[in-house]
């Protein structure tokens, strides 16, 4: 039974491990692995000292089933799914215990199939079961490189795997070498050691490919939280900027227009008409150039103005109907962000359209049961609109919106609905200061 106990351990691990590479999982590999272990023992020693009177095949159905519920309540996949990942389990099973059994009998020179059993009743079988070991993680390692080769682009993950190949089959090279030289002398405390080593062993390799997988992840996320970092930053200067120029033009355009009044004033008391007339039409294109009210926020309403007025912006007819954004207790900097990154991630997507003439920006905003409701619509085709790039500094903008709608306490959500976009952003606003 100790044997078989270690045995299953690394089995059991080459299942989790397995899985982990083609579904989902719901829990962290040692959830999975205990609770898929206590209950497969326990049916081990029922087949063994309790109901040993029932055919091996009703044990084996049993332990099949007990790998489908497995698949099914601890990963994210479909019935159909979990069916094929169990039978890719045992078919690798079943493919290694074949060479196995030919190499014990080799080995050691004797008929195997007089002895062969299920349980461990012989040392030549508690020896092939080490060997089977070494070759089904071999088997393991190449259905989960077939299972990542399109989806997984990493090399460093892939030369991890490779590297716990090649252990493995140094190992198996050993275990060849050492059985064959000691094929008269072998006994079941020297094949308890080594597969006691063995198990531990691969215990220690699979541990490590995780340890460097998770630190991998790490790196990755640790890296987009600097790119968004620099992209908040990059967010508020431009704010910031497009505030002052909205101020400057502002304030330009009254000192203007009042010094046009002093000279109007100045050439009508001089009685120059002509001066007048030049003055008067000055006068009258300036006041035709006034700064466009698109809210009540002056400083959304400057970020929208200098980002409408960009060459890109132009393309694509925008139409701006901003209520409520007034004075909400919401900070201006998150308001202004929201609106900046929606605003470019729906204007990304109109440019990338192949009919630019169908092309439109819908950008609507109000106040409801305290909630205040930005929603921003847009064309698209295909599934573009629904993600943005990923590059430095920039790229991160519908993540930084999500971000804005927990802090304050609300939702985000994005949906494509018969060729539109459709980008809804709730935030907490608590009713106006």
Known sequence: MLIYGLTLVVQLICGVFLFDHIGRNKKNFLTVFICWYIPFMGIQALSLYVLDFLPNSVYTAVKMALCFVIIIVFYEVSLKRSLLMCLEFTLLQIVVEVPSILLVGLLFEVDINDIYSPVNGSVYISAGRVLLLNLFVLAVISAVFFHIRRKDKKLIQKSDLLLIAVFDLLMFFFLLVYYRVNRKTINETDNTILLAFQALLFVLMFSEYYNTLYAGRLALKNHELELLKEQQDSNRA??????????????????????????????????????????????????????VAYCENKTVNAVLTVKLNSAEAALVPTQVILKDCGELDIDDYDLCSLVSNLYDNALECCLSMKNRQDAFIEIKSALENDYFILKVVNPCEGEAGLSTKKGSGHGYGLKIVKDICQRNDGSFIMKNSGGRVSAIACLKAGGRI
Not at 246 to 274: F, H, N, P, Q, W
Request: glycine residues 6%; aromatic residues 4%.
């Open 238 to 291: 431009y704010c910031k900027l497009a505030d002052e120029k909205y101020e400057e033009i502002s304030r330009l355009r009254r000192e203007i227009t009042k010094r046009l009044t002093d000279m109007k004033a100045l050439a009508v008391s001089g009685g120059t008409d002509e001066a007048n007339a030049i003055m008067e039409d000055i006068n009258n294109t300036l006041g035709s150039v006034r700064a």
